[in-house]
């Protein structure tokens, strides 16, 4: 068969005529699909970031409401305006405070609860061995008396002789003077507890972090250690509407922002892996690639048969 043959030339013409608006019209498709599964991801992610930081920030509000509401208990300033008399019977304090705890929602999550005097000392404590240590160091304690207002703090270890998340209220007297300190501990297993509860809505192999201002990792649902990595400060200033690129111990993944942690700078980033969004795309490709094989070979026989014929 010469190229310059009737059957040349009518494969030729039938390839022209039909394989390249295919292959226009699988560009394109392929393009909006990938443009739609973008836009179903990004939603997703979306989805799953303000669900967690909806979680995270009601579990924040609840307890600053409930720790300010139980340091005003009459029984708190009097047990630590009381004399060693008063403090030495410490069983119905003690039972009064359990009966609170059992109405938390993670109280299996709760470490500690204290009532800590102006120096720091703490005089009631579920734990009797924290009675009498000095907190008077510790952020939590030094933030509550100064500001004198309910604050959500945490502390890693290392930086104080303990470690948690806090939540604490000035306890004031009758004048509304403060003279001590009620807080609440919690392990820091919480956090990561939290921000996983909404991996279900980001869609397959999605999870969340919560970073600091400075990109700095607080937890996570996804990595088993919380690392040191950073995040473009760019990504975390404004709450994102699509995902955007970032890359994690050479690993690329997609990811949105969601908005700021009650009196925390913090921010929620939901991400997902790239790999697995690209893959759908790539095997749509695929998909393609061979339709458009399987129709160029009966275009290219059609060609043929219909040529000898002539």
Known sequence: MGFFSIKSKLIMAFL????????ILSFQNLK???AELFGISSQKLIAGA?????????????NLNDINTESQFPSYREFILGDERFRSS??????????ILERREYQLYIRSYFIIDLKGIVVLSIDPANIGRN????EFFKKTVQENYSVFTIEAAGK???NGVFFSAP?????????????IQYNFSILSRLISEGNRLGGEGTFALLLDSAGELIASSGFLEAGHFKIDNKELNVSSLLASPLSIDGIRYFGVTSGEIVQK???IKYIQPADLYLKSVQAHFNFMLMFNGVVAIIITMLAYFTGKKI
């Open 135 to 138: 907190l008077s160091s510790c």
């Open 32 to 34: 909006e699909y990938r």
């Open 50 to 62: 303000q669900f967690t930081s909806g979680r995270l920030n009601a579990f924040i509000i609840d």
């Open 265 to 267: 700078k913090w921010m």
């Open 160 to 162: 104080s002789d303990v």
């Open 90 to 99: 410490i069983a119905p304090h003690l039972l009064s405070i359990m009966r």
């Open 171 to 183: 306890v004031r007297d009758e004048a509304g003077v403060p003279v001590g300190v009620g807080c």
């Open 16 to 23: 022209f005529v039909a394989i390249i608006p295919l292959s």
